[in-house]
């Protein structure tokens, strides 16, 4: 690699959501410690939004998320054909341009944008933490099987006020398509909403034409008159059904090895239900910060918390697996929702520790207990 005058403690590779947080986190309360944040874009986030529960977030972490985040509401909502609940769990968003404004003016100097990481010519630093997201698998050919949540989300102008009183996780009201399919709204202003069309599918194919007729069928049912779309999301986020998916994320190398630590999604750390990641990268940057060693052994600190980490979660790993295979191979496409209308029956406190990636056993027992939502043969099989 490089060098520099003065060797980096920490050169963090990747702007996006789990970069731009660390590097936050870094800056505040650990601001002996010397890094760099490179990002290939002109700016931080690329093109994303990505939401919490507030019970997601560690205290550590809730200035710098309340400071980059688009919206919050004090409750979210769902409904389903056989139940519509209202949650008291606060709900809060960041876009990619709320995130850059909140996060860019506070790194200074400890930022690159529009620079792409090439080991032989980066700054030389101690500890080198790759966080550009998910990762080609590392033996070609041998990826194992997932299904997918694709979806495409607009966020649009409406002529007239929308009415909603905070945001719909999941409206799966809606004609299910062969899927397990909602839709996602989130009103960023009195006449501005989110609308995303999320799908739980076998394939990650995503026919753009009819998405887009999807949700402005969806927007018309609302009463909502679109006058201009803001922007557009598109992604397939990959719902693994067995631990083999892990084992073809980048590794975690060798502490004499100068290959970087792989981080975030890359690493395989992320919702297996969801596919989302937020809640890992708080708990994780959460983690970072506290190790008092951290700046005298960087590389060491990021591959042993790294490491913990992954196998910490093991049970609970294991045990998300088995609710992605019943939700993809033990119910018929069409009635993939009844597993999601059953779950937000349970308590409150059970679906934040779901989302945030705590569950305790008993909470493992209650979601599986009693008659399940899809044939009771293809829910063993999935065992």
């Known amino acids: 690699m490089g060098t520099d005058t003065l060797k980096l403690d920490l050169l963090?590779?990747?702007?996006?959501?789990?970069?731009?947080?660390?590097?936050?986190?870094?800056?505040?309360?650990?601001p002996e410690v010397r890094f760099l944040l490179l990002e290939a874009g002109p700016r931080l986030g690329g093109s994303h939004t990505w939401?919490?529960?507030?019970?997601?977030?560690p205290d550590s972490m809730r200035d710098i998320?309340?400071?980059a985040s688009h919206a919050h509401w004090d409750e979210h909502e769902v409904r389903f054909p056989a139940r519509t609940r209202r949650l008291a769990t606060g709900y809060g968003s960041m876009t990619d341009q709320s995130l850059h404004d909140a996060i860019a003016p506070l790194l200074g100097d400890s930022l690159r944008l529009g620079t792409r990481f090439d080991p032989a010519s980066a700054p030389s630093a101690a500890a080198v933490w790759d966080v550009r997201g998910?990762?080609?698998?590392?033996?070609?050919?041998?990826?194992?099987?997932?299904?997918f949540q694709k979806f495409v989300g607009y966020e649009v102008a409406l002529a007239k006020p929308h009415g909603l009183r905070g945001p719909i996780l999941m409206d799966a009201t809606v004609p299910q398509l062969g899927d397990y399919r909602f839709v996602y709204t989130l009103p960023f202003g009195e006449r501005t909403v989110l609308i995303e069309d999320t799908r739980y599918s076998d394939t990650d194919a995503i026919d753009e034409a009819h998405f887009d007729a999807e949700i402005r069928a969806y927007a018309k049912g609302q009463g909502w008159e679109i006058t201009t779309v803001i922007r557009k999301e598109i992604a397939a986020l990959p719902i693994p059904f067995e631990a083999a998916y892990f084992d073809q994320c980048v590794p975690v190398p060798p502490l004499a090895s100068e290959l970087p630590i792989p981080g975030g999604t890359r690493a395989g750390l992320f919702h297996e239900v969801t596919g989302y990641s937020v809640p890992n990268a708080l708990a994780f940057?959460?983690?970072?910060?506290?190790?008092?060693?951290?700046k005298a052994h960087p590389r060491a600190t990021l591959r042993a918390l790294t490491l913990e980490t992954l196998a910490a979660t093991r049970w609970q790993r294991h045990y998300l697996l088995m609710l992605s295979r019943m939700l993809f191979r033990a119910a018929e496409p069409d009635l993939r929702y009844r597993i999601f209308e059953r779950f937000y029956g349970l308590?409150?406190?059970?679906?934040?520790?779901?989302?945030a990636?705590?569950?305790?056993?008993?909470?493992?027992?209650r979601i599986v207990a009693g008659k399940p939502p899809v044939p009771i043969l293809r829910a063993l099989k999935t065992l």
């Not at 702007?15 to 870094?26: C, E, H, K, V």
């Not at 940057?285 to 951290?294: K, Q």
């Open 357 to 365: 990636g705590r569950l305790q056993i008993s909470d493992a027992i």
């Open 347 to 355: 308590s409150e406190g059970l679906i934040q520790r779901f989302y």
């Open 134 to 147: 998910f990762a080609p698998f590392t033996q070609p050919g041998s990826a194992p099987v997932t299904g």
């Open 12 to 30: 963090i590779v990747g702007g996006g959501l789990w970069g731009s947080l660390a590097a936050a986190a870094l800056k505040r309360h650990r």
């Open 285 to 294: 940057i959460d983690a970072l910060i506290r190790i008092p060693d951290l």
């Open 65 to 67: 998320v309340r400071a």
């Open 51 to 57: 939401s919490y529960h507030d019970s997601d977030v």
